[in-house]
């Protein structure tokens, strides 16, 4: 394991990429950023660019109109890098899963490395998520 790879593995950045839906997803990952689950003792950080990210964290069901544009900001992320879908909806697309443009699941669009189920996750499930990602980025 190369010297940027155990750093990135000691401090991940997250980099939360909200595709559409309910928001309740996106209220459950703030949560467990917050002092109360203290996700900062696996040196967890949320960060704005892509550039600087090592996990993205998508919320929502895909759809069409942000379907390149998440593939873009995938691209973007420098290696190693790693997808953690949470919720239900990029799963299968949950309550939007037979709407014209939702495009379910996630996999088929961009690698995910771990899917948190739930409608929402609890942040125990998304920060339990993050340290099984944590422990494969170095391999």
Same mark, same amino acid.
């Given at each position: 394991?190369? +010297?940027?790879?155990?750093?990135? @593995?000691?401090?991940?950045? +997250?980099? &939360?990429?909200?595709?559409?839906? /309910? ?7 703030? $949560?467990?950023? *917050? ?9 967890? @950080? +949320? @960060?704005?660019?892509?550039? &600087? $990210?090592?996990?993205?964290?998508? *919320?929502?069901? !895909?759809?069409?109109q942000t379907r390149e ?10 290696? %190693? @890098?790693? !997808?953690?879908?949470?919720?239900? /909806? =990029? #799963?299968?697309?949950? #309550?939007? &899963?037979? /709407?014209?443009?939702?495009? #379910? =699941?996630?996999?088929? &669009?961009? %690698? !995910? $490395?771990?899917?948190? =189920?739930?409608?929402? %996750?609890?942040?125990? #499930?998304?920060i339990f998520a993050l ?9």
């Amino acid at each position: 394991m190369g +010297l940027t790879t155990y750093f990135r @593995k000691k401090s991940p950045w +997250l980099l &939360h990429f909200n595709s559409g839906g /309910c928001n309740g997803c996106d209220i459950e990952l703030l $949560a467990a950023l *917050t002092p109360r689950y203290d996700v900062e003792r696996f040196g967890v @950080k +949320l @960060k704005g660019s892509p550039r &600087h $990210a090592d996990i993205m964290v998508v *919320t929502g069901p !895909v759809t069409k109109q942000t379907r390149e544009r998440l593939i873009r900001v995938y691209e973007q992320m420098p290696e %190693p @890098k790693a !997808v953690v879908a949470l919720g239900s /909806c =990029p #799963a299968s697309g949950c #309550a939007f &899963h037979d /709407c014209y443009n939702t495009l #379910a =699941p996630l996999d088929k &669009h961009i %690698p !995910v $490395a771990a899917y948190v =189920p739930g409608c929402p %996750p609890r942040p125990e #499930a998304i920060i339990f998520a993050l340290v099984k990602v944590l422990e494969g980025m170095g391999k």
